[in-house]
């Protein structure tokens, strides 16, 4: 199971970074995503990326998120979250498939408060 954390207590403006352990190496993964869900069930995937490094971004994420891993380890990915906003509340999982792959992690809450 992969574990999160870097989760928090944030003002508005304010940024974390998430961090995904995986308890293997993550080298043949070919997706790697980070998903939220708010306090009314509503979830969605926030950031991916792909083997061949292309990402994608929720609208409301995009120029604000960054999904990256650690290639010299292989067995971390992350999630930077910038100039971060109420509507970001949420508990964030991150998720990896690959051909040896399929795992959540049981997630981590970030909560932007004034």
């Known amino acids: 199971r992969l574990v999160e954390s870097g989760g928090g207590l944030v003002q508005p403006g304010g940024s974390l970074r998430l961090s995904c352990e995986a308890p293997r190496s993550i080298s043949d993964a070919s997706v790697m995503a980070w998903w939220r869900r708010d306090s009314g069930g509503q979830g969605e995937r926030v950031a991916t990326?792909?083997?061949?490094?292309?990402?994608?971004y929720f609208a409301s994420v995009e120029g604000r998120f960054t999904i990256s891993r650690d290639n010299a380890q292989n067995t971390k990915i992350y999630l930077q979250m910038n100039a971060l906003k109420l509507e970001d509340t949420a508990v964030y999982y991150c998720?990896?498939?690959?051909?040896?792959?399929?795992?959540w992690g049981h997630g981590t809450q970030v909560t932007v408060s004034a």
């Open positions: 990326l792909h083997a061949d490094g292309t990402t994608k």
């Open positions: 998720f990896i498939e690959g051909p040896t792959y399929n795992a």
